[in-house]
């Protein structure tokens, strides 16, 4: 027989987005239940990199590019509070990242950016030559120039997800994994729950953050949200003492871990739910590594895995509330998801509690699918 619970708010998706938001409603004081269809950070936020370097790749001011912004300025304190309540520290690094490039047009490019960003108040150094073979001696000599991004950092993004977790918990927000939403329970136009398999969960607010699965989630009268997976594979090198620095370029890049580990990713293939690593995923990705720093070619293989990030159609998170009373969304993420979080838990928690989130959120407005 089903069981029926009344709880503030229910959050479907149990990743680093979901997690988030489940610890800082809890924080605010709501009743908070956090669903997960399987184990919690096993997806899409597992099998990140952990960059949070939202300057990387910016040449322009859009909507995305503030809100990465305001999320990392957030990440700091976020993460301090998050490793004094869960007793685990994610491992946040604070020796910035390179973004490196060659001589030429790809060097001209980089000059762009670098005085975009300057323009807009942040902190970018042009480097070259020896200086930058000082900070990152392994470097390959072809990838002469550089761009030191002091607050561009990086964070063991298993480690957060599991921290996120145990503090949500001990805030008084109740996890149930294994547990798969199978549809929105609406009365009278207003979503008022959540069923799974098990049990219908009733509450005053739904919030879908079921990454590339949102889509899957509908009730009678609401439109699922459009998303689709992308797939990025990983390969892991280690232990091994290089490179000192995340390093970025072309949509490649190479990420330290605290014990010697190195992630070089990431793939983006549109392949369905399929997380396969491949043969031409290992090789390409191996041999962008070695192209950046020759070194690794003598460290280890240590493993190599597959994650699927959420993706929307016009590749913009949706964050807001839904046309439905009582449904919110925090999903499509895409590349971000590991950046946005403490922003993302931040907004969505302000609009549960129905207090100003701070920001114009109508880039993201989740309802510009059903125009």
Same mark, same amino acid.
């Given at each position: ?12 998706? !149990? ?29 899409? *936020? ?19 590019? +503030? ?7 957030? @990440? ?15 491992? /946040? ?12 047009? %790809? ?36 990838? *002469? ?8 950092? *990086? #964070? ?16 008084? &927000?109740?996890?149930? !994994?294994?547990? +798969? ?25 739904? #919030? ?6 949102? %889509? ?27 490179? #000192? ?5 072309? !949509? ?5 871990? +605290? ?26 990705? *191996? ?13 280890? @293989? ?18 807001? +509330?839904?046309? &439905? ?6 999903? !499509? ?9 403490? /922003? ?28």
């Amino acid at each position: 027989m089903r069981q029926e619970r009344i709880d503030d708010v229910v959050v479907v998706g !149990g990743g680093i987005i979901g997690c988030a938001i489940a610890r800082e409603a809890a924080r605010g004081g709501l009743r908070v239940r956090l669903l997960e269809k399987g184990a919690f950070g096993r997806e899409a *936020s597992g099998a990140a990199a952990g960059l949070l370097s939202p300057q990387a790749e910016a040449d322009r001011p859009d909507p995305l590019f +503030r809100l990465c912004l305001a999320s990392r300025d957030l @990440f700091p304190e976020f993460a301090r509070q998050v490793a004094e309540e869960s007793g685990l520290d994610p491992a /946040v690094s604070e020796r910035g990242t390179l973004v490196v490039a060659r001589r030429g047009t %790809e060097a001209e490019t980089l000059d762009q950016r670098a005085a975009f960003q300057r323009s807009f108040g942040l902190v970018a150094e042009r480097l070259g030559g020896e200086a930058l073979r000082l900070m990152e001696p392994a470097l390959h000599p072809d990838w *002469s120039e550089g761009l030191y991004l002091p607050r561009d950092r *990086s #964070v063991d993004n298993t480690l957060l997800v599991r921290g996120l977790e145990l503090s949500a918990g001990r805030l008084g &927000a109740r996890l149930q !994994g294994g547990a +798969r939403v199978l549809r929105l329970m609406v009365t009278n136009g207003r979503v008022v729950g959540v069923e799974t398999a098990e049990e219908r969960v009733r509450a005053g607010a739904v #919030v879908i953050a079921a990454g590339a699965w949102s %889509e899957e989630i509908a009730g009678p009268g609401v439109t699922p949200l459009p998303s689709h997976p992308v797939r990025g594979q990983i390969v892991c090198f280690g232990p091994t003492s290089v490179p #000192v620095h995340p390093i970025f370029t072309h !949509g490649f890049y190479l990420v330290p871990r +605290r014990d010697g580990r190195v992630l070089a990713g990431s793939t983006m293939e549109r392949s369905g739910f399929d997380k396969s690593v491949t043969g031409s995923g290992l090789a390409g990705l *191996s041999t962008s590594a070695l192209a950046l720093v020759p070194a690794l070619g003598r460290a280890p @293989f240590h493993s190599a895995w597959a994650g699927l990030r959420p993706a929307t159609p016009d590749e913009l998170p949706a964050i807001g +509330r839904a046309r &439905a009373p009582g449904l919110l969304y925090a999903c !499509g993420h895409l590349r971000n998801g590991i950046l946005l979080a403490p /922003v993302t838990a931040r907004v969505v928690t302000s609009l549960l509690r129905d207090e100003d989130p701070g920001m114009d959120l109508s880039p993201f407005d989740p309802c510009r699918f059903l125009r």
